[in-house]
């Protein structure tokens, strides 16, 4: 008996454990994981080299520049998307706080209609019009409560400026996601940022444009008032808030001297660097118009233009320094290179006492023509309760008829539904071609690597390298020795063919039938898949680093995922014993959106099985909080179908369970 028990616990450890059983499925020789981001990031520096060569021309001459400069311009234009209508600002002030040599207002104004933003009004003792100042807030949650702005906003009040600091969009008093009490459904501002960003991008608009409409009102509304004086208007922010003033200066042009501190936009740098920020700062097709740090704040010059520094910031020091040279470049062409400045500290993030000191000083020298240095007393503060401008504490809970953002989209999403004019089959797959940015392909070339046996199935491993385009891994079951194959099946899964491949009796249950069986990792799953510690789980997607990047340069993730499977089609139409067969595909997971658009491009695919697909588009728009959105997020497609025509356009060739 004991030897019974030896020989079975030998076998044993001939058989593949589970963790050995996915290692004999991997085709790829190298550390696969950094396959993808490598791969985009190549692509991000093809992008921005073009932009270096353009920025190259121009610093040739004033004129060049100045072209630049427009195209800089219209570029930004484009990718802000549509910006809503001027509607009646019905501004308020809620309160009013007496303290020694200015007040503070307590301000709210709607943006659009029913979209509540609060804002704190810092206004001098005395009569007379004053400068102002736009102060633009980062990602603290107390916003315009937060300590450091408040002494920034009592900085420049008591060196006589007019001064609003605005809360942003999900923070401060402006939670968009809430429940019905007003507590938070995220983690915090970034998290909705981000999830909001998503929504928007479906709809051809973004979070960093609807921060920036915010703001634009807000100086509407600042120059309603008397104590203001419209000639001489200023603009800062630091990092996120940096983020929306640099927005800000490429937009609207009735700033006169602004500064940027901890300044951070989705630059060539810093996404190589630190991966994607969140959506306030994301804007899609940013990286493929050639936008980097320098373009927006370069849209403002000549006007006077400060950077602040914290040398041993996180935000990378060095992509300051350039923007600052850069800078220093094209004021020096259009001969105001005293204009802009530089000033660095020897501290970290954040707008402290000497970048204070600073600012003011700067603003003073070219708003009230006065260059003596400013000094910062100690300055009290108050605690954010002391400052809301609603009795809550959240617009949501403040106001019935609130409207969100989540709700501006989703009404938008539905007023594009109804209105969509029906589509030919024609017209469906140029859109499908449009969205899905798809780039002329190259025949595919598969690389054998060597076989691997697991649970009684032979499994071809092959790598299929298409030029341009990311390596992708695929395994291949062919029916028993000597029986040709009658039909092929590609089988998609979100956790990769790995999961599939152990399905090892339904497997068999296809080779028996005669056909072959394909499982291929579209880029990002399986093999591929890029490692968690680079996505940050505040942003609610697994893959948020390479859905982003894709974003950025313009090639959204579900489109590359298209290609993929396209790459696998072109193979299998060329590979002998293959050709010419039926070919169907099955797909489990939110893959089954890429498998959907490519039978809609190719009628290759005679039939499509989707198991568990999302149903629509506007699944996002319905569960704001929902993970993994940007997978298959495609920038203004709502603009032009939803997946129900997809699936309608695909008649019996689709089946789902």
């Not at 809360?167 to 909705?192: F, N, Y």
């Not at 960003?197 to 409409?213: D, E, K």
């Not at 009658?486 to 999961?499: A, E, P």
Request: proline fraction near 6%; glycine fraction near 8%.
């Amino acid at each position: 008996m004991k030897s019974a028990f030896v020989v079975l616990a030998a076998l044993s450890l001939l058989l593949p454990t589970p963790a050995a059983a996915q290692k004999a499925y991997n085709v790829i020789d190298w550390k696969a994981p950094a396959t993808l981001s490598t791969y985009l990031l190549q692509e991000l520096h093809g992008r921005y080299d073009q932009r270096r060569a353009a920025w190259g021309q121009a610093t040739q001459s004033a004129e060049r520049m100045r072209a630049y400069q427009d195209s800089a311009r219209a570029r930004f234009r484009r990718v802000l998307g549509p910006l809503p209508a001027r509607t009646p600002l019905r501004a308020r002030v809620t309160g009013t706080l007496a303290r020694t040599g200015f007040r503070i207002e307590k301000v709210i104004y709607e943006s659009t209609p029913n979209h509540h933003v609060t804002a704190n009004l810092y206004v001098p003792d005395g009569k007379g019009k004053r400068p102002a100042v736009l102060l633009f807030c980062g990602h603290e949650q107390e916003s315009k409560a937060t300590e450091s702005y408040q002494k920034t906003a009592i900085l420049f009040a008591q060196n006589g400026f007019v001064v609003l600091v605005i809360d942003p969009i999900s923070q401060g008093e402006r939670m968009q996601l809430t429940d019905a009490a007003g507590k938070p459904l995220t983690r915090g501002g970034t998290t909705e940022h981000t999830l909001l960003n998503a929504q928007a991008a479906l709809l051809g608009r973004s979070v960093p444009a609807a921060q920036l409409w915010d703001n634009v009102r807000g100086l509407d509304y600042l120059l309603t008032r008397r104590e203001v004086d419209a000639a001489r208007i200023g603009c800062l922010g630091n990092s996120g808030g940096a983020t929306q003033t640099a927005y800000f200066l490429g937009f609207d042009d009735r700033v006169k001297v602004a500064a940027l501190c901890s300044y951070v936009a989705a630059g060539e740098r810093n996404l190589e660097l630190t991966g994607p920020a969140d959506g306030c700062v994301m804007l899609p097709g940013a990286g493929q118009a050639g936008l980097d740090f320098t373009e927006y704040p370069l849209i403002f010059a000549p006007k006077p233009l400060q950077l602040l520094a914290g040398r041993y910031d996180f935000v990378d020091y060095a992509s300051m320094q350039a923007t600052h040279q850069e800078l220093q470049q094209a004021y020096g062409l259009f001969g105001q290179p005293e204009q802009v400045g530089m000033f660095t500290y020897d501290d970290g993030h954040g707008i402290s006492q000497p970048k204070r000191e600073a600012a003011v000083t700067w603003f003073r020298r070219f708003l009230l023509q006065d260059a003596t240095p400013v000094r910062e007393p100690n300055l009290a503060t108050l605690p954010e309760k002391d400052l809301w401008c609603t009795a809550t504490g959240q617009v949501n809970t403040a106001f019935q008829q609130e409207v969100t953002l989540p709700q501006i989209y989703a009404e938008e999403a539905k007023r594009l539904g109804q209105t969509r004019p029906p589509l030919t089959a024609e017209q469906l797959q140029a859109h499908v071609q449009q969205q899905l940015q798809l780039s002329p392909t190259t025949p595919a070339v598969a690389e054998a690597k060597e076989e691997t046996t697991v649970k009684g199935i032979v499994w071809q491993k092959l790598l299929l390298r298409r030029a341009g385009e990311s390596p992708l891994p695929l395994l291949l079951a062919l029916p028993a020795a000597g029986v040709a194959p009658q039909r092929v099946v590609i089988m998609l899964s979100d956790g990769g063919k790995n999961t599939l491949a152990d399905s090892s009796a339904y497997i068999q249950g296809y080779l028996r039938q005669q056909t072959a069986v394909l499982l291929p990792d579209l880029r990002g799953l399986g093999e591929t898949t890029d490692p968690a510690a680079f996505n940050d789980p505040k942003y609610y997607n697994r893959e948020y680093r390479p859905a982003l990047l894709s974003l950025h340069i313009g090639r959204p993730l579900l489109g590359q995922r298209v290609t993929d499977i396209l790459t696998v089609l072109d193979w299998v139409g060329s590979k002998a014993g293959l050709q010419g067969k039926p070919l169907e595909m099955r797909a489990r997971g939110q893959v089954g959106v890429a498998a959907l658009h490519a039978a809609v491009l190719t009628e290759r695919i005679s039939k499509l099985e989707l198991l568990q697909a999302p149903a629509s588009f506007q699944d996002v728009l319905r569960e704001p909080t929902r993970k993994d959105t940007y997978s298959w997020v495609l920038p203004g497609v709502l603009r032009r179908y939803d997946l129900p025509q997809l699936r309608q356009a695909l008649g019996p060739r689709l089946t789902e369970k």
